[in-house]
């Protein structure tokens, strides 16, 4: 079982390095059903998560939200009629930072 969901963010600060392939293929095996992707050159942690209509999709939009401000890290969050894509990354570094495996880590908690 990851220990991931039990750490806490740290501060990140624009000079913080990103993660290298090596940290990446490390975690990213404690994170299930999350993939790594590549947008406009930017690594990000993504998945999307399923659920039985709008409304189910709307709390769990909601519950992200909470979990983003109490822990002062913002995700992209993709609401539609039975799904939510959600992906991680670290806008200050343009990259991966552990920060973001933590709350993919978390996020994860929240649909079970």
């Known amino acids: ?6 750490l806490s963010c740290e501060a990140c ?3 913080a390095p990103r993660l290298n392939e090596d ?3 490390k975690l ?3 994170l299930p059903g999350w993939q790594l992707t590549v947008i ?8 999307t998560f399923t659920f039985k209509n709008f409304v ?8 992200i939200g909470q979990l983003a401000e109490e822990n002062g890290h ?5 609401t539609e009629w039975g799904k939510v894509t959600v992906s991680w990354w670290t806008h200050k570094i343009k ?5 973001d495996f933590i709350m993919a880590a978390k996020t994860g908690e929240l649909s079970f």
Do not use: C, W, Y
């Open 40 to 47: 406009d050159g930017v690594k990000q942690l993504s998945r």
């Open 95 to 99: 990259g991966l930072h552990k920060n």
């Open 23 to 25: 940290e990446i293929e």
């Open 1 to 6: 079982m990851s220990e991931l969901k039990t």
């Open 13 to 15: 600060r624009a000079d």
């Open 74 to 78: 913002h995700p992209a969050i993709l």
């Open 56 to 63: 189910e999709s709307l709390e769990f939009t909601n519950k």
């Open 28 to 30: 990213l095996p404690e």
